[in-house]
């Protein structure tokens, strides 16, 4: 305070005790207070004394915070100084004071103080840490101070280095300090200071500026060294003045492990971090230390690391490192802080199991776009696999930056693929990634199937954008191997080798493209789709990962698939088996659910596939996914070459339900199958049956295909698979049977199988060239043992003329009605029916009709036929005159037994109002020769002329007449006359034997 200079208070009190004279008096202050504006101070009790060397001030305990206030109120300091200790609002209690003068004219010449202070702080006040909890010893003159400090709970406040303040249960050491115009320095601090956590011992100066501008910049030294401390202790030394992202790095890079040795060293001023004039060094020696370099990637475990950073670098190095599964042998970390970016690399090298690498690999999240690969695979094998990954990126940016870089080196390992059912040996080579490029490969080789297999990965690979990966497998692949891996049951109809090539391409979407010629592979199926093993027929298969259709197959000049079938019962595929020479443009659509076929095929011979096992439907006659049939045309349908003409067919099948159309210029038909629906609620839980039918809606004999002998397949077919399995027990109906322009009929049957008879066409009915056929009409194919086929006939006949005429034979006879009945039996299939190899017996009644004239063209049974009729053997006995053209009659039956190309005729009688003819005969159907007798009975009154020719002229007509009339009843017997028929069939010769003879109408000889 200068002369004139004034302090203002509101209140002083004390009380004042002197003794002696005022040069060297001693003064007592007691009960003193001084108070302004709201701050007062309990003055302690202050003795002042003079001495050899000047004033001497002793007090007792005060409180700083109070002294503080009244003094910056007072005015007794400048005003800049008053704001600063106003800011650094110090508090605390000082227990004693001496404060010593040499002058009290110039009291800051010479002077020195001494006090002891406890709990004192001072808040931070711009780049001057904050202290609070000193306990200390101090001592101080115009050319410096020290203290020594003995403090528990000490806080440190570094707001421009630390988030939050440094927090010691204790502190002991000293500090010295100087002064200087504009200046105070703190020096040679040298501390032993204890954490919750940690101990450390730290050296400390700083130099504090204090005038404007600056004669001395701000810097702090500051060096502290830590035994046996957690990780988090960090927090104390790591400053925030950082890079905002390389600080929270190294907050959470390391949330568990000891510090077994640390040193801190902080030089320079609190300017930005990395400023030339300021150096932050940390060195610390870690254990048992988890690092988590990057959030969401697996964790490392290190035994052992070292920690080291400076201004703008971060390393760290370990061994015996444990990433996920595998055990890394050596791993560095660098961080380096640059103007514009914060470059952070990591750098592993490991040599483990093929197991370990790739439960480690799976859990990188860079390479979670092939995590369904990844994790569909197992990995084996006896050899390390030596890998090398670098993890880099910009920490201000670690989505845009990210880098990951991944060397395997694979040695003899063993790959395999649950999803595949697949594995593959002695895998050896380089696989690389990089974020950047993707994968590739050097060197890459395995076997597979017993067969080398040669892969190379690379980005020139590619064939869509951002690829991840783009890999070639070239291999030979037999289908024996194929058949083997996916454990088909059934026998396929290819066998061979040849060569394949597979692309896969990861990017936003997974693409699989499988390529091969097929040369070296035969496949045993029908044209277009059979091939030599020495033929080319190109085919490629390509997967991709879409949504509308996973499958693409094209099959050179065969057929185009699209596919999705995730289960075979979940099947959406479209199959067109149209023939191209290229890849049809995909419709980008799904394909409905279920096998829709379609398309053109040019050339399709039945035949050919009767021997194609498996294509069948399940054992209760339902497919395993619906099959839907859409303009599926066949230019030409044939059977074992011969033509049946151009094929439309639509289907749709759903489960057991079948509904098909198929269309022939000579025939069309729908076949139905489905489940019979319950007639009582009872049988509703009961199985329903399956209901098949079979229904032509007209058949043209003028367009149906000749199959001649050598086209026709003598063998009966297989009840329990392929079309055998498919007839069986199926009824078939022939709606309208034409040919050309005329109408046939119809006919109805059940095509069916019994183990102890064979194959049988039962339930025969319909009206068929004019024939009622009885439903007690059927046909049994016994087809083990000794084969043969049975016929068991019956029907109802109508006008004979007009059945002959419906199958183009001139009619020999017309009738009004009749039936035939009968049961033949002849070796061989229904196919193989030959009269001569006929045995059994035929009954045949036919009312009302006449023979007409004889056909001399007949042939086989017509020929047999046309010798019942009268007319042609009348017309040989020279007796036509007798009667008008034909032979008209009642009633006409007989039997016909065959026996292996003989038959016999043991009675075949015809009445008429003309009289009554019986005629009987041995056949050889080989020779055509017979051996008969006819035997005609004329009423004599109404044949006179017959008689008299028989009987040697007019003479005797009269008598005759006479002796009818006398003799009525008996005449019918009297006028028969006997003819003997023998010769060939087409020639039989028919001579008069003997008349008046009845032997043979009474006695059936």
């Known amino acids: 305070m200068r002369t004139g200079e004034s302090i203002d208070l509101d209140q002083v009190e004390f009380q004042v005790e002197a003794m002696g004279p005022l040069e060297s008096a001693d003064v007592w202050f007691s009960g003193g207070l001084l108070s302004i504006r709201g701050e007062a101070l309990q003055l302690p009790r202050m003795h002042i004394s003079r001495s050899d060397t000047g004033w001497r001030l002793l007090t007792t305990e005060w409180d700083a915070a109070a002294a503080a206030g009244v003094i910056t109120e007072s005015g007794l300091l400048p005003l800049k100084v008053s704001n600063v200790l106003s800011s650094v609002a110090p508090t605390g209690t000082v227990e004693s004071l001496m404060f010593a003068v040499a002058s009290l004219q110039d009291p800051l010449a010479s002077w020195e103080s001494a006090a002891v202070v406890s709990n004192a702080t001072m808040q931070p006040f711009r780049k001057v840490p904050g202290l609070a909890g000193i306990d200390a010893s101090i001592t101080a003159n115009e050319d410096g101070a020290s203290a020594w400090v003995v403090a528990d709970d000490f806080r440190l406040q570094l707001p421009n280095v630390y988030e939050a303040p440094i927090e010691l249960e204790s502190v002991t050491g000293q ?18 200071a204890s954490a919750s956590d940690h101990d450390a011992l730290v050296q400390f100066e700083i130099d504090i500026p204090l005038s404007k501008p600056a004669l001395t910049p701000l810097e702090m030294r500051l060096t502290a060294a830590v035994d046996r401390a957690p990780v988090s202790a960090r927090n104390a030394y790591i400053p925030s003045r950082l890079p905002r992202s390389a600080y929270r790095w190294l907050q959470s890079a390391l949330p568990s492990g000891t510090v077994d040795r640390a040193t801190f060293l902080w030089h320079g001023g609190f300017r930005p971090f990395g400023h030339p004039s300021q150096t932050v060094q940390l060195a610390a020696s870690l254990s048992e230390v988890e690092l988590e370099y990057q959030t969401g990637w697996p964790p490392g475990q290190l035994d052992a690391a070292l920690f080291v950073m400076s201004d703008r670098h971060l390393a760290a190095v370990a061994s015996n490192v444990q990433v996920a599964d595998s055990a890394v042998e050596a791993l560095n970390v660098q961080m380096h802080i640059g103007r514009d970016e914060i470059e952070f690399e990591l750098n592993g090298q490991s040599e483990d199991s093929p197991v370990s690498l790739l439960n480690t690999l799976k859990q990188l999240p860079a390479l979670a776009v092939a995590d369904p690969v990844m994790r569909d695979l197992t990995v084996g094998g006896d050899q390390p696999i030596a890998t090398r990954m670098t993890l880099a990126f910009d920490l201000r940016d670690i989505t845009d930056t990210l880098d990951v870089a991944v060397d395997v080196d694979l040695s003899g390992a063993r790959l395999e693929s649950e999803l595949l059912d697949l594995a593959a040996t002695e895998v050896s080579g380089m696989v690389r990634y990089r974020t950047r490029t993707g994968f590739d490969s050097d060197g890459l080789s395995a076997v597979v199937f017993g067969r080398p297999v040669a892969v190379t990965i690379g980005p020139q690979l590619a064939t869509a954008p951002s690829t991840i990966l783009a890999a070639e497998i070239n291999t030979e692949v037999s289908v024996a191997d194929l058949v083997s891996w996916r454990n088909i049951p059934a026998t396929i109809p290819a066998e061979g080798t040849a060569a394949a090539s597979v692309s896969v391409n990861v990017a936003k979407d997974i693409s ?4 091969s010629d097929m040369q070296g592979v035969a496949v045993d199926l029908p044209l277009p789709w059979g091939k030599a093993s020495a033929t080319q027929a190109p085919l490629q298969v390509v997967w991709q990962n879409r949504d509308w259709a996973a499958w693409e197959v094209f099959w050179f000049g065969r057929l185009t698939v699209v596919a999705d079938v995730p289960i075979l019962g979940a099947m959406s595929a479209l199959v067109d088996f149209t023939p191209r020479t290229r890849p049809p443009k995909p419709a980008a659509v799904a394909p409905a659910p279920g096998l829709t076929v379609t398309g053109f095929i040019p050339s399709l011979d039945l035949a050919e596939w009767r021997s194609i096992q498996g294509l069948g439907a399940g054992h209760d006659g339902s497919m395993p996914f619906d099959i839907y049939s859409e303009n599926l045309n066949v230019g030409r349908l044939l059977w074992r070459g011969e033509e049946l003409g151009k094929l439309n067919l639509s289907l749709q099948s759903a489960g057991d ?3 098909a159309q198929f269309d022939l210029p000579w025939l069309t038909g729908v076949y139905s199958q489905a489940r019979a629906a319950p007639i009582t609620e009872s049988d509703a839980g009961l199985g329903a049956a399956l209901v098949r ?13 000749t199959l001649d002998e050598e086209l026709t397949d003598p063998l009966p077919p297989d009840p329990e698979q392929g079309i055998g399995r498919w007839i069986r027990g199926l009824p078939v109906a022939v709606h309208a049977i034409r040919r050309g322009d005329t109408d046939l009929g119809d006919i109805a049957l059940v095509i069916d199988y019994a183990d102890n008879q064979g194959w049988q066409f039962r339930d025969i009915s319909g009206d068929f060239l004019g024939i009622q056929w ?18 068991a006939l019956s029907a109802e006949l109508n006008d004979i003329a007009t059945s002959l005429e419906l199958i183009g034979v001139a009619p020999i006879l017309k009738t009004r009605s009749g039936s035939v009945d009968a049961r033949w039996q002849w070796p061989g299939s229904p196919a193989d029916f030959d009269l001569y190899a006929v045995s059994g017996d035929l009954h045949l009644e036919m009312l009302t009709g006449s023979f007409l004239t004889a056909n001399a063209e007949a042939t086989g049974a017509m020929r047999l036929l046309s010798l019942l009729n009268l007319s042609g053997l009348f017309r040989r006995a020279n007796m036509n005159q007798l009667f008008n053209p034909g032979v008209t009659f009642d009633r006409a039956e007989g039997n016909f037994e065959l026996d292996a190309g ?10 008429g109002s003309g009289g009554y003819f019986n005629f009987t005969s041995d056949i050889d159907l080989v020779t055509e020769t017979l051996d008969g007798e006819l035997v005609v009975t004329l009423p004599l009154v109404e044949n006179i002329p017959w008689f008299a020719a028989l009987a040697g002229g007019l003479p005797v007509a009269a008598g005759t007449y006479l002796f009818s009339k006398v003799f009525e009843d008996q005449v019918n017997q009297l006028s028969s006359g006997v003819y003997s028929v023998g010769g060939s069939l087409s020639e039989p010769e028919v001579v008069f034997e003997r008349v008046f003879d009845a032997s043979l109408r009474s006695n059936g000889n």
């Open 175 to 192: 500090l010295a300090g100087r002064w200087q115009r504009g200046a105070l320095f703190l020096e040679r601090g040298l501390f032993s």
């Open 512 to 515: 699989v493209n499988i390529r």
């Open 657 to 659: 339900s079948v509904a």
């Open 693 to 705: 039918n079979l229904d032509l809606r007209f058949i043209d004999l003028d367009g149906l295909p």
């Open 774 to 791: 009885r439903p007690s009409t059927h046909i049994v194919w016994l087809d083990h043992g000794t084969e043969s086929t049975t016929l």
């Open 902 to 911: 003989t038959m016999r005729i043991p009675e075949f009688s015809i009445e």
